[in-house]
């Protein structure tokens, strides 16, 4: 089983639209959570933390689940700059006592006019 | 604020040569590592440190070296190139060894193997 799994999609959804995104994590020790956003060609950079009591940014939600070892994204009113691959990020911890950062394949999403 | 700072930004090599990729970082920060992206593949984690003098292996490190004398470098070696080595290769540093912070990443470097 892959330490984070994410569906590659792509979501084709029109402006203004809700769009969901999901991702499992495989070991049940981690502690942190990311969501980061790559833009085509470029870097990935940070689009938000994930905390366990769930959190907002503007048109974005991100819910944890430790239960279910279960991450998501909610974009609300969907823009066309908003088409990027999201990349669901953990950290998982080795057996040296460090921890590692470990990137989902990412979704991609394409928003049309 | 120059961040993460990656070179060179493409570079094509032939089969067995070796060359270095450059990474350094200004905010002092204790955690880098480095990433390849292959399509289809997500980021893999080819090495990573936490502080000078410490490194470990990620989930690909074969045919890489690495080394962290100062906080600020951690260049990757690429010992005898291979076609399978085409990708691009990003650096990133997060402020915390433990990799519970924001990671930065530089621009990255589009490396082709002929």
């Known amino acids: 089983r892959k330490e984070v799994e994410q569906d590659p999609g792509p979501f084709n959804v029109p402006e203004g639209a809700t769009v969901a995104f999901n991702c499992t994590y495989s070991n049940s020790a981690s502690q942190s959570f990311f969501w980061y956003r790559q833009d085509c060609r470029k870097e990935p950079k940070l689009l938000m933390s994930v905390y366990s009591s769930g959190n907002e940014d503007g048109r974005f939600t991100a819910q944890l689940n430790r239960a279910s070892q279960y991450i998501s994204l909610l974009i609300r009113d969907s823009k066309l700059s908003d088409s990027a691959t999201y990349l669901c990020?953990?950290?998982?911890?080795?057996?040296?006592?460090?921890?590692?950062?470990?990137f989902g394949t990412g979704t991609r999403l394409l928003v049309s006019p | 604020n120059a961040g993460v700072t990656q070179t060179p930004k493409f570079q094509v090599l032939k089969t067995g040569q070796s060359m270095t990729l450059q990474c350094a970082q200004d905010?002092?920060?204790?955690?880098m590592s480095w990433y390849r992206q292959d399509p289809g593949m997500g980021l893999r984690l080819i090495h990573y440190s936490v502080g000078a003098g410490i490194t470990d292996q990620g989930e690909v490190p074969n045919g890489y070296n690495v080394s962290r004398s100062t906080t600020e470098d951690f260049p990757l070696r690429l010992l005898s190139a291979a076609p399978s080595q085409t990708s691009v290769y990003f650096c990133?540093?997060?402020?915390?060894?433990?990799?519970?912070?924001?990671?930065?990443f530089g621009q990255g470097t589009r490396l082709t193997v002929v």
């Open positions: 990133a540093s997060s402020y915390s060894r433990y990799a519970n912070t924001e990671a930065f």
């Open positions: 905010m002092n920060h204790e955690y």
């Open positions: 990020v953990v950290n998982i911890p080795m057996n040296t006592g460090f921890q590692k950062l470990v």
